[in-house]
């Protein structure tokens, strides 16, 4: 029960993780290796806020979420956007844009170690037990979840209710079909790349209320999103959401019943698992 | 074998004999400097003899580099130092083995993102196995060898990977690799096999970054998980090949020679801002000499004998 109730929380704010990587993966078709330091990034930018003015670490979502978008706009126009003009088909796209974001990854790295130092940081926020079948919980897993349940509807509802959220979905399924019915690519491709971090610094954000961090551990959060986003399948968001859970389950499973740390291996396993059985996700389709 | 082929056997040769010379003129900070090199060219070339013709960017030297490190390290109380080198060469070998059938069958992203994090998951595992059995994290790796020794052990491995290289490149298996790289599609048509292909590859590779882990272990002397299976020594291999430039064999020796010295200057001048300052060196690589430093000295030649 205390797994299934702790796997559960912790896959909600993955889910925000993995939905961000999954608009820049699907949309716009950028393979961002450095998503994890946007994440790690947002948990430093909340402890920042958190420290200096002691409100709610929920309130540095208002800044931290529009920053993100900004910053990863940035980067898509003047970083990707040369690269994907450069590229002469997917697979150059595809090598050209995961070494770009892997030297951004440590850029990133760099900027936050020279900022922050290598030390670990946490925060204390609302660490009080909720008891939920007879389990102890804090308090700040819960918010955090419920958080990031309500930001996981907004996105779905974004998606799927408006006009910009359908020409993203008609860009992720085919590019060339999308630009025959007047959707601007380029456009809807940087909205994607800038949503998916800000949606990513959201996650960054939750997740920090109620985890330790360094610096470094961004790879760490790439490889987590990344694992999501091929377990739900690439072009189906309810994939992303349910992957999550599971992952969410089997670390929390791993965690208390082997070793803490070897989460990294628990996402490891079900990754062989989904590449052995269903290569397509749970929700793709076979091509 | 044709003439030019005697030729340029003989210039390589040639070429290591001269480099074999360098402990004998110098035992400090260059001979140093030279097992850097030597050691980034195995690491280098082996990584393009995979990578290079396939355009799969591996991002796990150091998983199989630590592996090695780490068969010397806890094996050096039950066997000699050369049976642990086989058996560092084996287990790394057999680990790309077990990696690459899961993720080399089927095309696409996968390998690139499995090899993210691949070097973190052995160092989780390797840690965890040490606490179970109790233990201590660091291990001592106490075996005499001068650094002349091990740059000459180096440079005859390198050797030994520039010869294979050549030998895979004139083979059917180095122009089915080929093929793979340039259209994967093409490739399965005309009936290459090509899962067996990249497994076998990229196991050749492996088990190189493998032996020299084992090799350099001894230098090291004190072997601890986070040092065995640094995310830094994978992205340098990376950086330096690219730098270099993949579709040549001897491609990676050029970015290894400049990058090390550069190195060198800059972690001794900004010891505190290495990561940011590879980070920006590698996206000056991709953006601003995609082909490497061949691919510029192959152009300018080209426009050479147009002008002629």
């Avoid at chain 1, 809807?188 to 996650?203: D, E, N, P």
């Avoid at chain 1, 349910?242 to 965690?255: D, H, K, P, Q, R």
Wanted: one cysteine or more; hydrophobic letters at 60%; a positive charge.
């Amino acid at each position: 029960m205390d797994i299934i109730v702790t796997g559960l929380l912790l896959g909600g704010t993955y889910a925000l993780m993995a939905m961000g990587l999954q608009l820049q993966y699907g949309v716009a078709r950028i393979m961002n290796l450095a998503n994890g330091e946007v994440l790690i990034a947002a948990a430093f930018g909340t402890f920042w806020f958190f420290a200096a003015t002691r409100f709610s670490p929920l309130w540095a979502l208002l800044f931290v979420v529009p920053l993100a978008f900004v910053v990863n706009g940035a980067v898509y126009r003047v970083l990707l956007l040369p690269l994907v003009r450069r590229a002469r088909n997917q697979g150059q796209l595809e090598v050209d844009s995961i070494l770009a974001t892997f030297g951004l990854s440590f850029i990133a790295v760099g900027l936050l170690q020279a900022t922050v130092g290598g030390e670990y940081l946490s925060y204390s926020y609302l660490a009080e037990p909720v008891v939920i079948f007879g389990e102890r919980y804090g308090l700040n897993r819960i918010v955090a979840f419920v958080g990031a349940v309500v930001l996981c509807a907004m996105l779905y509802l974004w998606l799927h209710r408006t006009r910009t959220g359908l020409a993203l979905r008609a860009v992720a399924v085919s590019p060339s079909s999308a630009s025959l019915v007047s959707i601007n690519v380029a456009r809807a491709s940087a909205l994607a790349f800038a949503m998916g971090g800000a949606v990513t610094a959201a996650g960054g954000t939750l997740l920090s209320m109620f985890l330790t961090f360094d610096a470094s551990l961004g790879v760490i959060f790439t490889l987590k999103a990344l694992v999501i986003v091929i377990m739900g399948g690439v072009s189906d968001i309810r994939g992303a959401i349910v992957a999550s859970f599971i992952l969410g389950f089997a670390e929390t499973a791993v965690a208390s019943l082997v070793d803490p740390g070897l989460t990294l291996a628990a996402a490891y396993m079900l990754f062989i698992i989904v590449l052995l059985v269903r290569p397509e996700g749970l929700f793709g389709r076979r091509s | 074998m044709s003439g030019a082929d005697m030729r340029n056997l003989a210039l390589a040769a040639l070429a290591f004999l001269v480099a074999a010379l360098l402990p004998l003129v110098d035992t400090g900070y260059w001979l140093s400097i030279g097992v850097s090199i030597a050691m980034y060219t195995v690491l280098a070339t082996s990584w393009t003899l995979f990578s290079g013709p396939t355009n799969y960017i591996s991002l796990a030297t150091a998983a199989f580099f630590g592996i090695g490190m780490y068969v010397v390290a806890a094996g050096l109380d039950y066997a000699s130092f050369p049976v642990l080198i086989v058996l560092a060469a084996v287990a790394a070998a057999a680990f790309a083995g077990i990696i690459g059938l899961a993720t080399l069958r089927i095309s696409g992203v996968y390998f690139v993102i499995f090899t993210l994090g691949l070097a973190e998951l052995v160092r989780q595992i390797v840690s965890w196995a040490q606490h179970v059995m109790g233990s201590s994290s660091g291990l001592y790796v106490l075996i005499g060898m001068s650094d002349a020794a091990l740059y000459w052990l180096l440079l005859g491995l390198a050797a030994i990977v520039f010869l294979i290289g050549w030998l895979i490149g004139r083979s059917r298996l180095g122009f089915a690799l080929r093929i793979i790289g340039n259209d994967e599609v093409v490739a399965v048509h005309v009936g290459i096999d090509t899962s067996r292909a990249k497994v076998v590859l990229f196991v050749i590779s492996a088990m190189f970054a493998g032996i020299t882990g084992a090799l350099v272990a001894p230098r090291w002397s004190y072997v601890e998980p986070t040092l065995a299976f640094s995310p830094f020594l994978s992205f340098q291999v990376v950086i330096m090949s690219l730098l270099g430039g993949t579709h040549r064999l001897w491609g990676p020796l050029l970015g290894v020679v400049p990058f090390t010295l550069l190195w060198e200057f800059i972690s001794a001048r900004f010891p505190a801002q290495t990561t940011l300052l590879l980070g920006v060196a590698f996206l000056l690589i991709v953006y601003a000499i995609p082909n490497g430093v061949v691919g510029l000295c192959e152009t300018a030649y080209r426009r050479w004998r147009y002008a002629k």
